[in-house]
T-cell receptor, first 112, second 114 residues
Framework: DAKTTQPPSMDCAEGRAANLPCNHS???????VYWYRQIHSQGPQYIIH???NNETNEMASLIITEDRKSSTLILPHATLRDTAVYYC?????????????FGDGTTLTVKP | EPEVTQTPSHQVTQMGQEVILRCVPI?????FYWYRQILGQKVEFLVS????????KSEIFDDQFSVERPDGSNFTLKIRSTKLEDSAMYFC????????????FGDGTRLSIL
């Protein structure tokens, strides 16, 4: 699976959009981008995923560059409860090769 | 919304004892996983399981570890003879039938070895 690079930490003001970047320059054609977050020591929570098109759900939006070498997770109106470690994971979309490789992620702190 | 449930939430065990961690994956999911996270470290893959057999395992998953799906709903991780370094959060995850689907994680079992 391709390696990802994320900034170690970011701050965001409550109510503002949080934009979390991820570089995955070695991504291959059959790899999807997945975003998870982990609050304290809870289990990783799935947020969103995509292949090449931008995606949006009730939690967030995912913007993937045309060359697929980077992506941005957008939390449109961050709240204090969004403070967490955010992980960008690239994984081959083959069911029997579903191992997720977690990096250090980005610690997002939402401030009042 | 369906979720992965894990029991117990916290397990305290003496070194050398056997421990079984239990997970109920999301029903109709076909792929099952165990991960662990030592305090302050990354989430690490242990093993994946499909069609009643191990699909992939990491170097961490040595002969002391085993997994089983004893019935249609449970998925277990057994550590035969626990060591101090097995102390960690253990997360179970499950995934649906298609490879591009996300894995869904439980909230974990905190295993403390004394």
């Amino acid at each position: 699976d391709a390696k990802t690079t994320q900034p170690p930490s970011m701050d965001c003001a409550e109510g503002r959009a949080a934009n979390l970047p991820c570089n995955h320059s070695t991504i291959s054609g059959n790899e999807y981008v997945y975003w998870y977050r982990q609050i304290h020591s809870q289990g990783p929570q799935y947020i969103i995923h995509g292949l090449k098109n931008n995606e949006t759900n009730e939690m967030a939006s995912l913007i993937i560059t045309e060359d697929r070498k980077s992506s941005t997770l957008i939390l449109p109106h961050a709240t204090l409860r969004d403070t967490a470690v955010y992980y960008c994971i690239v994984r081959v979309a083959v069911a029997n090769a579903g191992k997720s490789t977690f990096g250090d992620g980005t610690t997002l702190t939402v401030k009042p | 919304e369906p979720e992965v449930t894990q029991t117990p939430s916290h397990q305290v065990t003496q070194m050398g004892q056997e421990v079984i961690l239990r997970c109920v994956p999301i029903s109709n999911h076909l792929y099952f996983y165990w991960y662990r996270q030592i305090l302050g470290q990354k989430v690490e893959f242990l093993v994946s399981f499909y069609n009643n057999e191990i699909s992939e395992k990491s170097e961490i998953f040595d002969d002391q570890f085993s997994v089983e799906r004893p019935d249609g709903s449970n998925f277990t991780l057994k550590i035969r003879s626990t060591k101090l370094e097995d102390s960690a959060m253990y997360f179970c995850a499950s995934m649906g039938a298609f490879g591009n689907q996300p894995q869904h994680f439980g909230d974990g079992t905190r295993l403390s070895i004394l």
